[in-house]
């Protein structure tokens, strides 16, 4: 089984890297590397600064934010009546 990033398999990596490399040759590399890891830790600390300011104002006017977690609980409490409930008919066939 391939596993995939971004939809994209090892080989096509591969091949993209290497018109990079290409492209841009071995000395440009690690400045590409850096630039792409400074915008990238940007972009973490503002989905994380957001993520904060929506949890600030929640809380703020009162909004319950653990109701996903608590969807989650009774789902799982379904599928686990469901499990015990066609337990002995799967077991028959």
Do not use: C, W
Request: negative net charge; aromatic residues 8%.
């Amino acid at each position: 089984m391939q596993t995939y990033f971004l939809f994209i398999s090892g080989p096509e990596i591969i091949f993209i890297l290497f018109i990079v490399i290409m492209i841009f040759g071995t000395d440009k590399l690690p400045e590409i590397a850096r630039g792409l890891g400074k915008g990238m830790t940007q972009l973490k600390n503002a989905s994380n600064e957001i993520k904060s300011e929506i949890q600030k104002s929640a809380d703020n006017h009162g909004i319950d934010t653990n109701l996903a977690g608590d969807v989650k609980k009774e789902i799982d409490k379904v599928k686990e009546d469901i499990d015990d409930f066609t337990g002995p008919i799967k077991r028959s066939f």
